[in-house]
């Protein structure tokens, strides 16, 4: 079996051997040196906002998620305004994914709006 078919998936069967376990303790001094964090927010209510809009102001990149408000919710509707303020005043990028994930990033990071 070639790297290529290992990689993709190219059938045959996997056993535990064929894995490794990672140590995230041996990536510590990789994650120092990193200009740009991932976050994963829950909005529950209009206080979960304060630290997603911290987040983008420092130059992160948010996804949170929104299960708990349907979309007519008057309260997501706020929260997503509050956002999109904040995404316009960094020169950031806003989306909603579905009715469940908005995805908020900081300066000169835009969406795709085209799947791959």
Do not use: C, W
Request: net charge negative.
């Amino acid at each position: 079996m070639g790297i290529m078919s290992k990689i993709l998936g190219g059938g045959g069967n996997r056993s535990v051997d064929d894995y490794v376990e990672l140590d995230l303790d041996d990536f510590a001094e990789a994650h120092a040196e990193t200009g740009m964090q991932v976050h994963i927010a829950e909005i529950g209510d209009q206080s979960d906002v304060i630290p997603i809009k911290d987040a983008v102001y420092d130059g992160d990149f948010v996804i949170a998620d929104i299960t708990r408000h349907s979309t007519s919710d008057r309260t997501i509707e706020h929260i997503i305004d509050e956002l999109r303020q904040v995404a316009q005043e960094v020169d950031g990028d806003i989306v909603q994914k579905g009715d469940d994930q908005i995805v908020v990033t900081p300066t000169g990071v835009s969406i795709s709006r085209e799947k791959l």
